[in-house]
Every structure is written in structure tokens, then in C-alpha cells.
């Protein structure tokens, strides 16, 4: 299914394909229209003008191409070009950034994303159950059908509001996976996640792990249904690259008490001190 290359865009200027424009120029309107390209793209995080964890996208994003078209692609002049582009629009703030590439083509945009309020990491987020079992999960496409029902999923409200993310489940019933974020459950003193080969493999989400050796801990494989979960007293968490690491409070009508987990706690302080050695590192080469 069709799907436009640039989605949400912020700011008054974007590159592309070598040259800048305006948001809201007839290049905007062009890019905004749904194509048949194949189209892969990474949402990177910006902390006091670091891009956050670059590397790790762009490594994510050479294996994307590679696991359908395999065309060649130039990581380090993309990273280049990021940078520059945050350099001519004299951004130096935290936002986020969108790269997206086509076999043709190079877009770079600022890019308007959920971002959750304080209260989200004090009381945790609202999320929904989605039944939906992802396609090549490794690689980071736009896919259409499933973006649109995801859309329409956001839009319907359970008993505590609209949801702040879903929760996929696959054909077993088993919890896997955010729609735009990796899923952890904390249960009986141990951490677990999906098997690599069900999910995208997340950028926070390979620095958690680190964050969870630095606190003694091992991520454990596994996944479970919610008949599971509520039995077990788990505590539940996502990350992704917009928010870090969120609790999760509610899923439909059940209820977790996630925020109060010490493990949880301790897993989030060490990834807070993980990122900030990385932007404090890289503050001295931009």
C-alpha cells in the first residue's frame, strides 16, 4: 500500500535529494502524496544537538536495504548530511529527526512525534491490544496497512482514554512487541523481552540491555499472554527512541503496578546515565 515519503514534518525547512526547501513549498506538497517506492526510514532522537545513538540507526537502516533491494549506501555521508542539516537550521535543542531513503532518493526532516508529558513516567501510560503479526519485523519499511490500522486503533478509547501506545499480540496471544516501541516484562526478579527474530530490534532498545548489565541483570528471552502477566504480578515497560523508557500502567483493563518497580527504577536510572555519557562524548565533535 501506497504511503507518502514525508510524514509529520516540523520546523520550516527539510533537505532533500541535495537541496533545502520549504516546509511549505510545492516539493512539501510532492513529498506528502502517497508513493509506490519502497521506502525505509529511522526516526532519530536530538539531545542538546546530538543525535542520539546515530550509529546504531544507520547500521539499522544499511540492514533494512539490505534484506529486500541491497543498493548501495553511503552511512557515513548521510550521517554527514544529518549533522549539516541541523547545522544550516541552527538547531541545537532536543527534538527528533527523520531520515528516509529510497533506492533514489534522500529525505531529512524534523519530525513532530508522540511525546509523552512528565506525568507518563511518574504514573505510567494507557496502551491498547492490537492482534497483529508483523512482516519481516527486523526491517524498518513503511508499510502501509499497518500504519493506517494502527491509526485507527489510537483513535478508539478504552476505559482509561485513548491509548498512548498499543501493544501487539500475535496469533498465540502472546505479547511481543509495541507498535512503535519495545516491549519488557519484569517478572519473578527477571527481565524479558520478545525473541529477536518476532521484533524490529530498537535502538533503546539494545542500549537497555546495556543499561541492564550495568545494573547485574540479563535480558531473558520470552513472551507471554495476559492471562500470564496479571497471574504473574509482572511490571511492564516499553522504550523506543522518542521517550526512553516508559512504564506501563494500563493495558486495556488491566491494571500493572510498574511504576513502583524497584528493578524498573534501577533500569531506567542506568540507562539515564548510559545516554548522557553518549551526548556528553559527542558534544565535543559537532
Not at 520546523?11 to 508513493?35: H, R
Not at 549533522?83 to 524534523?110: A, C, E, Q, W
Request: charged share 25%; with cysteine; net charge negative.
Amino acid at each position: 500500500m501506497a504511503y507518502p515519503l514525508m510524514e509529520h514534518p516540523s520546523g520550516d525547512e527539510f533537505f532533500f535529494d541535495g537541496a533545502f526547501f520549504n516546509v511549505c513549498s510545492d516539493k512539501a506538497k510532492e513529498l506528502s502524496k502517497p508513493t509506490d517506492d519502497r521506502t525505509y526510514y529511522e526516526t532519530v532522537r536530538i539531545k542538546r544537538g546530538v543525535l542520539l545513538f546515530l550509529e546504531d540507526h544507520m547500521a539499522r537502516l544499511s540492514k533494512s536495504v539490505k534484506g529486500l533491494e541491497d543498493f548501495p549506501v553511503d552511512l557515513k555521508d548521510i550521517s554527514d548530511k544529518a549533522y549539516s542539516f541541523l547545522k544550516k537550521i541552527n538547531f541545537t535543542s532536543d527534538g527528533n529527526i527523520r531520515i528516509v531513503l529510497t533506492k533514489d532518493h534522500l529525505l531529512i526532516h524534523l519530525v513532530n512525534v508522540n511525546v509523552p508529558d512528565r506525568s507518563m513516567f511518574e504514573n505510567g501510560i494507557n496502551t491498547s491490544l492490537l492482534k497483529w503479526e508483523r512482516q519481516t519485523p527486523n526491517l524498518k519499511i513503511f508499510r502501509g496497512d499497518y500504519k493506517n490500522t494502527v491509526n485507527e486503533k489510537f483513535k478508539s478509547e478504552n476505559a482509561h482514554g485513548k491509548p498512548f501506545e498499543l501493544v501487539l499480540s500475535d496469533n498465540s496471544g502472546k505479547l511481543y512487541e509495541g507498535s512503535m516501541s519495545n516491549l519488557f516484562v519484569i517478572m519473578d526478579g527477571k527481565v524479558y523481552s520478545a525473541p529477536d527474530d518476532k521484533i524490529l530490534i530498537g535502538i533503546t532498545r539494545r542500549r537497555v540491555i546495556e543499561a541492564l548489565k550495568r545494573s547485574g541483570l540479563e535480558l531473558q528471552t520470552g513472551m507471554f499472554t495476559m492471562d500470564e502477566l496479571v497471574k504473574g504480578n509482572a511490571a511492564i515497560f516499553v522504550s523506543s527512541t522518542p521517550f526512553d523508557i516508559l512504564p506501563v500502567t494500563f493495558i486495556d483493563d488491566h491494571t500493572f503496578n510498574s511504576v513502583n518497580d524497584p528493578l524498573l527504577n534501577m533500569i531506567s536510572e542506568a540507562y539515564a546515565g548510559y545516554t548522557e555519557e553518549y551526548i556528553a562524548s559527542h558534544l565535543e565533535v559537532i
